[in-house]
């Protein structure tokens, strides 16, 4: 199944199902490559309504160096442990958006990355019972402010910043998304990075077990895994595409003001 959450027309929040035929989106003329959103017994074109990120996280919980390729690109060791980091809800952005960053830098990066979901309240989970609290998985840019990252510890001012996460456009449950699902950033259409889920160092299980036994995660928080190498700057207007594959497309634009 894949879930999303969208603002219909008259002004209400809904979750809806991404209609889906034989493993597929079902395509028609009027609703393109996404095929129709389903809410009770009524169908959206999806590009007349406003898509919502799908969940709403207390937290997103990041990971850095996760790629060993990425890693080596920014001139960093693999880290011994999982590498983490927060963003906070003000982080969060939508679909289809044209995000303002931070003004007056000289660098904002763009970082594909496999988001999961977090399906119910948990600690201290273990490796073997980590998939038991996954709701699914979505697509995420942990947009990067490196004028400030690269000055700072805590990363707060490089990393959680407001629309610093876009996330979406959808969850997809854990049998959509392949063991070794492809995970691409395209900017302008031209594609900047390409990996796969299997390529990361800590795997989500090892993720959700070494999260946990420091911190409750709560329905809705978002773990993002780690991005691959290829990243590189954003510039005004640009538009940014990250897919995943089982899970769809999430787009946006930046405005640099």
């Keep these: 199944m894949k879930r999303v959450r969208f603002r219909d027309s008259a002004g209400n929040v809904r979750g809806g199902r991404w209609a889906i035929e034989d493993g597929e989106p079902v ?3 009027a609703a393109g490559p996404y095929g129709r959103i389903a809410f009770g017994d009524e169908s959206y074109d999806p590009g007349e ?35 983490l980091f927060l963003k906070g809800p003000n982080a969060v952005a939508s679909h289809g958006n044209k995000l303002t960053m931070p003004a007056g830098k000289e660098r904002i990066d763009y970082e594909a990355e496999l988001g999961v979901v977090i399906g119910e309240q948990c600690k201290n989970v273990s490796e073997a019972d980590a998939l038991d609290v996954v709701a699914g998985y979505t697509c995420v840019n942990d947009i990067s402010n490196r004028d400030d990252q690269n000055r700072e510890q805590n990363w707060v001012r490089g990393k959680a910043f407001d629309n610093a996460c876009p996330i979406g456009p959808m969850v997809a ?13 395209r900017v302008n259409g031209e594609t900047k990075q390409s990996s796969s889920r299997d390529n990361l160092i800590f795997p989500v299980e090892e993720l959700i077990a070494e999260i946990t036994e420091y911190m409750t995660l709560e329905p809705g928080d978002v773990i993002a895994t780690g991005t691959p190498a290829g990243v590189g700057p954003l510039e005004d207007g640009d538009q940014v595409e ?4 089982g899970i769809g497309t999430l787009e946006h634009s930046v405005k640099m003001p």
């Design 27 to 29: 395509v028609t003329a």
């Design 49 to 83: 309504v406003d898509i919502l990120p799908p969940c709403e996280p207390t937290k997103i919980v990041c990971l850095g160096r996760n790629y060993a390729d990425h890693a080596e690109e920014m001139g960093s060791d693999i880290p011994e442990r999982p590498m």
């Design 173 to 185: 449950t854990p049998e959509h998304v392949p063991e070794d699902a492809t995970i691409e950033c």
């Design 242 to 245: 990250v897919e995943i594959e």
